[in-house]
């Protein structure tokens, strides 16, 4: 996406709010306490979902969130929203939340909205760099647990307007870095976790790389017809709290250019909703303002090499996620 792409889908493109109903529905949003989760869930509650389930890290900063819904949208307290805990950098944590959310009745749509965006190195429980486990490797663990409850979902309730949807948030600076690692001997996870060599400035562009990565080869390992829609959202450039790192000139330059640029996170939050809520002709897709946008898609991910360097990560990742969580891949069977 050049520049001219990205000034029009900022200050002349204005996303609209799909007109369909959650009614009966149950929708898990995770990193939903702040930001384009926030309003995202707020949003799905408007629309009548049975379950919002808020999926937090902080559960005061969840209930606050809760509470804040319940009285813009008018729903009854404890009616509707529900607030779990979800640390992603945190391996029982997450595998807590994933069996939790398997005795659910039902689950019409997982939206993996979560994530960091950190310059400071650091390794999560399991020996992976921090942001990496949390953008990458747990979110995409938690999103092939609860395949099964969501193609479920889909057999169990046949006359839906809508299959059930699993939904990955990503972002045009995925097309950003060179990626090298993904060569290394060692392998891309291991090679993206050592310190001495690991570029932090552009850690955030390589994760939602990798998302976009993971995500395609889910798909292509699905099939045409999994049961359940699955697509990319980049949701536009928003103001929200991603960048609360950023210090002294760095964070002047970003906030001025967020006053000229950016979107509120509600207005971000529409394409989400517009993710989660399209028809089959978006699943395997890039969306882009709501609707799919597959020529927006890095260049380098569609090319031959990308191909390569994506199945290479998948097998990487699933390797990784079975020893976490053995036979998980047997969803894609």
């Known amino acids: 996406m050049g520049f001219p792409t990205f000034v029009y889908n900022q200050l002349l493109v204005h996303p609209r709010l799909p007109p369909y109903t959650f009614a009966d529905q149950t929708v898990i949003i995770t990193g939903s306490n702040t930001g384009i989760g926030l309003e995202t869930a707020r949003h799905i509650s408007r629309l009548g979902a049975h379950k919002v389930i808020l999926a937090v890290r902080n559960l005061a900063s969840g209930e606050a969130a809760k509470q804040s819904i319940e009285t813009s949208t008018g729903r009854a307290p404890g009616t509707c929203v529900e607030v779990w805990h979800l640390d992603l950098a945190d391996t029982h944590s997450m595998l807590a939340f994933a069996d939790k959310a398997l005795a659910l009745s039902r689950l019409d749509a997982f939206i993996a909205n979560a994530a960091v965006a950190t310059k400071v190195f650091a390794l999560a429980e399991g020996g992976y ?11 995409f663990l938690l999103a092939l647990t609860l395949l099964p409850k969501l193609r479920q979902t889909a057999k169990d309730h046949p006359n839906r307007f809508r299959p059930p949807h699993l939904t990955i948030l990503t972002s045009q600076v ?10 290394d001997p060692r392998g891309t996870f291991v090679a993206l976790s050592d310190e ?3 570029k932090m400035d552009e850690r955030y562009p390589v994760t939602k790389l990798l998302g976009v990565m993971l995500t395609r080869e889910l798909v292509s390992q699905l099939g045409d017809d999994p049961g359940v829609i699955i697509s990319m959202v980049e949701t536009g450039f928003c103001d929200t709290e991603l960048s609360r790192e950023n210090k002294g000139i760095e964070e002047v330059a970003f906030n001025f250019w967020k006053t000229l640029f950016a979107r509120t996170a509600e207005q971000g939050a529409r394409t989400v909703v517009a993710g989660a809520s399209a028809g089959k002709e978006s699943h395997g897709t890039y969306m882009v303002n709501g609707v799919p946008a597959q020529e927006a898609l890095g260049k380098w991910v569609q090319g031959e090499e990308g191909r390569i360097a994506q199945k290479r990560v998948w097998d990487e990742f699933g390797e990784i996620a079975e020893a ?7 969803c894609l069977v």
Do not use: C, G, M, Y
Request: charge should be positive; aromatic fraction near 10%; hydrophobic fraction near 35%.
């Open 324 to 330: 976490i969580r053995p036979d998980v891949l047997k």
């Open 196 to 198: 001495k060599t690991a």
């Open 174 to 183: 995925h097309a950003w870095p060179q990626f090298p690692q993904w060569k």
């Open 129 to 139: 760099e921090s942001s990496v486990t949390v953008n990458n490797i747990s979110t």
